[in-house]
């Protein structure tokens, strides 16, 4: 199961290369203004989880502030970000969502209003393998909230993985596929109030 895993995260990671036009070592500026601009963007994705296993689902982006993972069967597991606050629904629990503020998580760096890595402190690696860009960053007040690793590939510029490390230690790798930016996404697929109403019908 495990060579299965690694297999399958490496043709993933291959094909995303694979379709990198003429490839460039990205800037932090450049980063950060694809960032502004992405307003609204939907499309599949893979997560590896830190136990190794995979799942799949849809993701929502509405910046500033919101997300929405939504994991395919047999999963029923839900995470959304809205209000300031991150919500993950487990159907496990009877107790309703586990809560935490976003701006005590890493996904809150690429979710703010605006964004900026050219901020002193906030990125603490960037690397270049000939293909994609590797962007460490963290809040540079909170380092202890844990950070984000973002993949960008150029020409244009995309988001195509991030790897999430959060105040545990814990990793998790989210590969997006065929993310689509711009459109109209509704504001409703981000209420977690009536999702908490929902959840349990």
Same mark, same amino acid.
């Given at each position: ?31 950060s203004q694809y960032l502004n601009q992405l307003q609204t963007a939907q499309g599949g994705f893979t997560q590896i989880n830190s136990d ?68 002193? &402190? ?7 393998? @000939? /293909?994609? +860009? #590797?962007?460490?960053?963290? $809040? ?19 988001? &195509? ?7 545990? @230690? /814990?990793? +998790? #790798?989210?590969?997006?596929? $065929? ?23």
């Amino acid at each position: 199961m495990t060579k299965r895993i690694l297999y399958i995260a490496l043709a993933m990671v291959l094909a995303i290369y694979a379709g990198a036009a003429s490839a460039q070592q990205l800037t932090l500026g450049q980063v950060s203004q694809y960032l502004n601009q992405l307003q609204t963007a939907q499309g599949g994705f893979t997560q590896i989880n830190s136990d190794g296993t995979l799942s799949t689902g849809q993701i929502y982006i509405k910046r500033p502030g919101r997300i929405r993972f939504e994991y395919n069967p047999p999963e029923r597991s839900l995470v959304l970000a809205a209000g300031g606050q991150l919500a993950i629904f487990d159907p496990r629990s009877n107790t309703g969502p586990d809560r935490y503020p976003l701006n005590q998580t890493p996904l809150s760096i690429i979710l703010r209003r605006d964004v900026d890595l050219t901020n002193e &402190r906030m990125v603490t690696n960037q690397t270049y393998d @000939g /293909t994609a +860009t #590797t962007i460490t960053a963290q $809040d540079p007040d909170n380092p202890e909230y844990g950070n984000i690793q973002m993949v960008f590939t150029a020409n244009p510029v995309e988001l &195509r993985q991030w790897i999430v490390t959060d105040d545990l @230690g /814990t990793q +998790t #790798t989210v590969i997006l596929n $065929d993310l689509v930016s711009g459109g109209q996404i509704g504001d409703t697929l981000f209420n977690i109030r009536a999702e908490m109403r929902n959840w349990n019908n």
